[in-house]
């Protein structure tokens, strides 16, 4: 087999779908070419990592539908999201999960609800804040003998 013909043949070889003969012969080039071999090597990992990316993607999607469902489950038509919908999804608001019809639904609620806008404003802040904290000069001496020292 020349490796014109072992490239034309990888498809089929991964689908599962050559003869046995064809098969032997294909496996036989691939043992003893090193230049085929790392193709189809390249060949093999592109498709795993194409099948990767479309489980990530999937599980993606899942989740979106998963948080849109929550929403929908909180109001009825016609109704806004409750203040206790909104306080139990707001780590979901804050990590970008929602798409724009979910921000939608907070932006409305925010409209006409003092409370939570003052909730999630409090909230944006403290994420935003850059507090810079003191550490006592002894405390990596007291963590040192806390872990590694106390082993010793």
Do not use: W
Request: charged share 30%.
């Amino acid at each position: 087999m020349d490796c014109a013909s072992f490239e034309d043949l990888i498809s089929e070889y991964l689908d599962c779908s050559m003869a046995r003969p064809e098969r032997r012969i294909f496996c036989e080039h691939l043992l003893a070419c090193r230049p085929c071999h790392q193709l189809f090597n390249d060949v093999r990992e592109a498709i795993d990592t194409c099948h990767d990316l479309k489980v990530s993607q999937m599980h993606e999607i899942a989740v979106f539908t998963e948080v849109e469902q929550k929403i929908i489950n909180a109001t009825t038509v016609g109704e806004m999201l409750s203040c206790r919908a909104l306080d139990a999804l707001i780590s979901d608001y804050f990590d970008g999960v929602f798409e724009s019809s979910g921000e939608t639904i907070f932006a409305e609620h925010f409209d006409v609800c003092d409370g939570c806008r003052r909730l999630v404003d409090g909230v944006r802040e403290s994420i935003d804040e850059q507090e810079a904290m003191e550490v006592p000069d002894d405390l990596y001496d007291r963590i040192f003998a806390a872990t590694v020292g106390a082993r010793r």
